[in-house]
């Protein structure tokens, strides 16, 4: 029984799809987030409509829109419930700060 080492051991090498694919997903949270933040603070008539947008939708297109965009969903959640602002722009922000982290393709950074 041998064991083959890596060029770099323990770290998969992340093919250029793959790498093209993790920014673009990147880049739309960021997007979606920074959308989140301008509502929040120029129109929040705007989340309103979206989150009665998305609880408009057939049961089966929410789960989905639910899974694909869980954190920003879950932000809208919370910012539409009827919690003290303070605690709503904390979860918020946690969830936002946390969601762009963990989706930060760092591994580009060192190449």
């Given amino acids: 029984m041998s064991v083959q080492s890596e060029p770099r051991a323990g770290r998969k090498q992340v093919t250029p799809t793959e790498s093209a694919f993790n920014v673009a997903v990147f880049v739309l949270f960021v997007a979606l987030w920074v959308g989140f933040a301008w509502a929040l603070l120029a129109s929040q008539g705007s989340l309103d409509a979206v989150w009665e947008w998305i609880r408009g939708l057939p ?14 969903v879950a932000g809208l959640w919370i910012w539409e419930s009827d919690w003290p602002s303070a605690v709503r722009l904390v979860l918020v922000l946690g969830i936002g700060f946390f969601n762009l982290y963990l989706f930060f393709p760092g591994y580009l950074l060192r190449r």
Avoid at 59 to 72: D, E, M
């Fill in 59 to 72: 049961l089966v297109v929410q789960g989905i829109v639910w899974l694909l965009f869980l954190p920003v």
